[in-house]
């Protein structure tokens, strides 16, 4: 048996390796890391993506697919439940890095199947949601900064000390629930003050980025 992170970076701030590091400190002792770069998350189907066709191929029953959030494994609410069924029919285990959730399709027993179809089901709707969250902030973002440069204002204003990826994992964070300003600082290595702005200013937030071309 293997344990195999899959990794999915749409930017260049982003890096597997970081993703791989998360694993380790999660406890995750991986065998192979299998990552598609430049990718994105919200436009390209699991399926489409050329290393994700390989894990199809890699894993084995018994095997352990291990990814930092479901959204990792599809683009949207049906990517993603299907994604996740493939796999459990092969006879693989998936398991998050966040909360450390574990999706097991050898269980017969019919409440631990409903308890479990359900999480999968309120996951990957909670992913999509936040993708299209996201999405939304993006338009803004750009769209903001495009009618601050048509009016002629060229500043940009302090560079902001987030990334796009940093920047996306709060979202990501913040839309699971679960974990307080304080903690998401501390796994993102931003200031509280930065998280918050996130949370309650998105729209600027990712206007900032736009800005100056992240």
Partial sequence: MQTVLYARVSTADQ????????????????DLVIADEGV???AVPF??????????????????LVVRWVDRLGRDYDDVTETIRAFMARGVVIKTIIN??????????????????????????????QA????????????????????GR?????????????????????????????????EVGLSRQAVLRIREEPEAAEAALARWGV
């Fill in 100 to 129: 450390n959730f574990t999706f097991d399709g050898a269980t017969d027993d019919p409440v631990q199947k409903a308890v479990r179809d359900s999480l999968i089901a309120f996951m990957a709707a909670t992913a999509q949601a």
């Fill in 40 to 42: 994105s998350g919200v």
């Fill in 47 to 64: 399926a489409d993506r050329p290393q994700a066709r390989r894990l199809f191929d890699i894993l084995r029953p018994g095997d352990v």
């Fill in 132 to 151: 299209e969250a996201t999405k939304a902030a993006q338009r803004a973002g750009i769209a903001h900064a495009r009618a601050s440069s048509e009016a």
């Fill in 154 to 186: 060229k500043y940009r204003g302090k560079k902001p000390s987030y990334s796009r990826e940093t920047f996306e994992a709060v979202q990501g964070m913040l839309g699971q629930g679960g974990m307080t300003v304080s903690a998401i600082a501390r």
């Fill in 15 to 30: 890096t597997s390796a970081h993703q791989a590091s998360q694993a380790e400190s999660a406890g995750f002792d991986v």
